[in-house]
């Protein structure tokens, strides 16, 4: 039995998603919210309550399964005693394997987004439970979803200067838990994933534009400039992360050229040009 935490998030669901093609059976969704999985129901996925800050739902909600997917909660700040919960209501209830979404580098990245990944699976390591950290780096639509007031204001902004960006799709990522969860030698692995083609903020904003038909540009701005304007727009945990990324991104934190995540799945990840070509189509 395969549990997949997190299973009605954007992630989670394509998880499943991949899960049922590949023909697996007894797959459980664990979800905060179970009348929010009624459509996985409706297709033979078992759904499951399942609260990371109530331990004792988390512990009903693995009993039966063998391998279990992490995905980490999005409550910035809290998220470590959180994912320590899973892991130990996963080994209490006779999981063998856990699968944790984690960041790109984890063990070395200079990110502060990369602190609670870490302590993660340093708890994960000690926990005696089989393992493989997906260490997933920057995804598309951390970025394509700026598309619309770019196009509105002719301007991609950004702080992230040079640095490339490894990116991937959602659907990337979620292909490789699945392949993951669903195959065989993968105990106690760590996979650095990332998309086949670097890109910088710039060469987003000129393939916006070329697919718009619209000259777009980038500007580029000091952290604290460009995390001050997020905050306008986001929660300030989420704003400080966004910006110091991109700070970080500078320098190389966010690249990758090991093609881990391609050979994985065994296809290309999705290009720059299909990534900003589904975000415009979402605009339509």
Same mark, same amino acid.
């Given at each position: 039995m395969i549990v997949v935490t997190g299973a009605t998030g954007l992630l989670g669901r394509l998880v499943v998603e991949n899960l049922l093609r590949k023909g697996s059976k007894e797959i459980v969704a664990a979800v905060r919210t179970p009348e929010k999985a009624k459509d996985l129901a409706g297709r033979g996925v078992e759904v499951r309550k399942a609260d990371y800050n109530d331990p004792a739902s988390l512990k009903s909600a693995f009993a039966g399964a063998s391998k279990l997917l992490l995905i980490s909660s999005s409550e910035l700040g809290d998220r470590v005693a959180q994912h320590k919960a899973v892991i130990d209501a996963a080994k209490a209830a006779g999981v063998r394997f856990v699968a944790y979404t984690s960041i790109l580098h984890a063990d070395t990245s200079p990110l502060d987004l990369a602190k609670e990944h870490l302590a993660t699976e340093e708890y994960l390591r000690a926990s005696g439970l089989a393992f493989s950290m997906l260490r997933n780096g920057w995804y598309y639509e951390n970025q394509t979803a700026a598309i619309a007031p770019s196009l509105e204001h002719g301007v991609f902004?950004?702080?992230?200067?040079?640095?490339?960006?490894?990116?991937?799709?959602?659907?990337?990522? %979620? $292909?490789? +838990? @699945?392949?993951?969860?669903?195959?065989? =030698?993968?105990?106690?692995?760590?996979?650095? &994933?990332?998309?086949? /083609?670097?890109?910088?903020? %710039? $060469?987003? +904003? @000129?393939?916006?534009?070329?697919?718009? =038909?619209?000259?777009?540009?980038?500007?580029? &701005?000091?952290?604290? /400039?460009?995390?001050?304007?997020?905050?306008?727009?986001?929660?300030?945990?989420?704003?400080?992360?966004?910006?110091?990324?991109?700070?970080?991104?500078?320098?190389?934190?966010?690249?990758?050229?090991?093609?881990?995540?391609?050979?994985?799945?065994?296809?290309?990840?999705?290009?720059?040009r299909d990534a900003v070509g589904e975000a415009l189509k979402a605009l339509a």
């Open positions: 902004i950004g702080a992230s200067g040079e640095g490339r960006f490894a990116a991937a799709t959602r659907a990337d990522y %979620a $292909e490789a +838990a @699945a392949v993951v969860l669903s195959g065989e =030698g993968h105990e106690n692995t760590v996979y650095e &994933l990332g998309g086949d /083609e670097p890109y910088k903020r %710039a $060469e987003l +904003a @000129a393939e916006a534009g070329r697919q718009v =038909g619209k000259a777009i540009g980038y500007h580029d &701005l000091p952290e604290a /400039e460009y995390e001050k304007i997020l905050a306008g727009l986001l929660p300030p945990a989420v704003a400080h992360m966004i910006a110091d990324a991109e700070d970080k991104a500078r320098g190389g934190a966010l690249d990758d050229d090991s093609h881990t995540l391609s050979r994985l799945i065994g296809r290309p990840t999705a290009s720059l």
